[in-house]
């Protein structure tokens, strides 16, 4: 701020500095005139006195000569006569030396008016042998810096009250693609000034003003190169799996009544760069070219018991398959059924198998044909016979009619099954 307050007081003190030289050379060149037009006069002024000092001398001369005349002959009229007519030319005389001194004082002296208007200064010049409008520019001292503009050409006669005009040039800059351009101009508009740069813009390029505003002395103007293009692509559209629960069928049986198709979407997106650098992308449209086309299932959802034994508490499960059986026994395998607590503590239910211990352990998991999974969680008297080796199953039943019509069925086909299986007991 210290610097910009300095930088105006002295343009302000060489501003004044530089009215105060013109009013002097004003002053001087009046001072020549006053004091050529006195020399003039004085002139004139001395050749009238001369003259009159003559006609005074001759009139005496004259005088003299009427008076012997007139003692020697007395002729009054003659005399009179005589004065009148050198009093006239006396006046004649002093008319024409007035006439000229009117003349001396009033004739033009060849100058013209010039007015000069520079750095907010206007001075206006009376001059006279100043060809051209460069010379009168250099006589009020006022140079021209690069870009500044002059109202009339240099070689430009002058004329009476000619104005002569200087614009000067102040900097606005330019920035765009990574550069600053800085251009000198008088004024103009933003557009202007951009031409002048070689900067090429568009309705999709963004500027800091407007095209048409007028530019200003340290003016900053951004350009940012913007270009929009849209980009068409295609999408799969996923179809859906629809469950329709159907308490008419078992559970765990599905059946496909519509298979699914997959559908086709076009998307549209906008892409926006900006000075080469990719500023957005948002999805501006989406039409779905073919639709997806659900596929519906039916599900069962009636509840399929293991058997149809009384009291069957187990849903139905399919048969193990070989990776989830341990071990394929042949036992001979009965029945039995009635109240009480199991060896191991437990009330028996369907799927309580009783077992030998020292041939199937504890808990394991059973698979028997046409009864179903089950857990060995009772034992029996058989484990005492043929010393102890007797490999028997006893399976239970809510029922001793059911029992004794499973009866004894040597050398049944089991299956041990991995302790990883999962089977539900009560």
């Known amino acids: 701020m210290e610097n910009d307050s300095n930088g105006s007081m002295n343009a302000s003190a060489k501003r004044t500095a530089r009215a105060i030289d013109k ?13 050529e037009a006195k020399t003039k006069l004085m002139a004139f002024l001395s050749e009238v006195k001369k003259d009159i000092a003559d006609i005074k001398q001759k009139r005496a001369g004259r005088n003299a000569a009427r008076r012997a005349r007139r003692e020697g002959d007395g002729r009054g009229g003659v005399k009179n006569a005589a004065v009148l007519a050198v009093d006239i030319a006396l006046l004649v005389i002093m008319l024409a030396s007035g006439g000229m001194l009117v003349w001396a004082l009033t004739m033009p002296d060849g100058r013209i008016k010039v007015t000069v208007e520079a750095d907010g200064d206007v001075c206006e010049y009376m001059v006279r042998d100043v060809e051209n409008v460069g010379e009168m520019m250099a006589l009020a001292d ?14 430009d006669p002058l004329t009476d009250g000619m104005v002569i005009s200087v614009k000067r040039a102040f900097p606005v800059a330019v920035a765009s693609k990574d550069s600053v ?11 202007s000034v951009l031409d002048s740069a070689g900067v090429v813009y568009d309705v999709m390029d963004e500027l800091s003003n407007k095209p048409f505003e007028d ?3 340290g ?17 799969t559209l996923d179809y859906d799996e629809v469950e329709i629960k159907d308490d008419t069928m078992y559970e765990g049986k599905t059946v496909v ?21 990719e500023v957005s992308r948002e999805i501006v449209d989406q039409v779905v070219i073919t639709p997806a086309v659900d596929e519906l299932i039916r599900v069962g959802t009636k509840i399929r018991y293991q058997t149809n034994f009384k009291g069957e508490w187990r849903r139905y499960r399919e048969p193990p398959t070989d990776d989830m059986i341990a071990e394929v026994m042949y036992v001979e395998c009965t029945a ?15 799927g309580t198998i009783a077992i030998n211990p020292k041939i199937i352990p504890y808990y394991s998991k059973i698979y028997v044909p046409k009864y179903g999974y089950g857990t060995a969680l009772d034992t029996g008297a058989f484990r005492h016979y043929e010393n102890g080796t007797k490999n028997q199953i006893d399976l239970y039943f809510n029922s001793e009619s059911e029992a004794r019509r499973w009866g004894r069925k040597r050398k049944y086909k089991i299956y041990i099954l991995k302790s990883s299986v999962y089977v539900p007991r009560r």
């Open 23 to 35: 009013l002097k050379g004003f002053f001087e060149r009046l001072r020549s005139w006053v004091i």
């Open 142 to 155: 006022v140079s021209l810096g690069d870009c500044d503009e002059l109202s009339h050409d240099a070689g």
């Open 181 to 191: 351009t800085v251009i000198k101009t008088v004024g103009g508009t933003v557009g």
């Open 215 to 217: 530019v200003r002395s």
């Open 219 to 235: 003016m900053l103007i951004t350009h940012s190169d913007v270009e929009i293009s849209y980009n068409v692509d295609y999408r």
């Open 257 to 277: 009544e519509q298979k699914g198709s997959d559908g086709k979407k076009q998307i549209t997106q906008r892409i926006v760069v900006k000075d080469g650098s």
């Open 336 to 350: 039995y059924s009635g109240d009480g607590i199991t060896s191991r503590g437990t009330k028996p239910n369907l």
